[in-house]
Nanobody
Framework: QARLVQSGGGLVQPGGSLRLACAAS????????IGWFRQAPGKEREPIAC????????YLDDSVKGRFTVSRDDAANTVYLTMNNLKPEDTAVYYC??????????WGQGTQVTVSS
């Protein structure tokens, strides 16, 4: 299974935008659903988004619906999480995973997103 390498993230003001990327290294994402999760300080990791293989379906958690979108570029072996209208409560470490279940065994390294003025 491909290694998942994340990029993006950082510090942004409330109302700002960021795009996270989850790229496959040494393999392909073509046949896999990809999940996005986040873990805020002192909280458990939670699922926030999922995209099925070939973009054939997916979901967004209510907490991010209308602000976040998930997309994939299989030619580039990359899945994106585009985050708009960010709020302080979105501050967390964000992870992608090789499936949409918290029981996934293949995880990206995580990337910090901090929303603060």
């Amino acid at each position: 299974q491909a290694r998942l390498v994340q990029s993006g993230g950082g510090l942004v003001q409330p109302g700002g935008s960021l795009r996270l990327a989850c790229a496959a290294s040494g393999g392909t994402l073509d046949y896999y659903a990809i999940g996005w999760f986040r873990q805020a300080p002192g909280k458990e990791r939670e699922p926030i988004a999922c995209i099925a293989s070939s973009s054939s379906g997916g979901y967004l958690d209510d907490s991010v619906k209308g602000r976040f979108t998930v997309s994939r570029d299989d030619a580039a072996n990359t899945v994106y999480l585009t985050m708009n209208n960010l709020k302080p409560e979105d501050t967390a470490v964000y992870y992608c995973a090789g499936e949409c279940s918290p029981a996934a065994t293949n995880w990206g390294q995580g990337t910090q997103v901090t929303v603060s003025s």
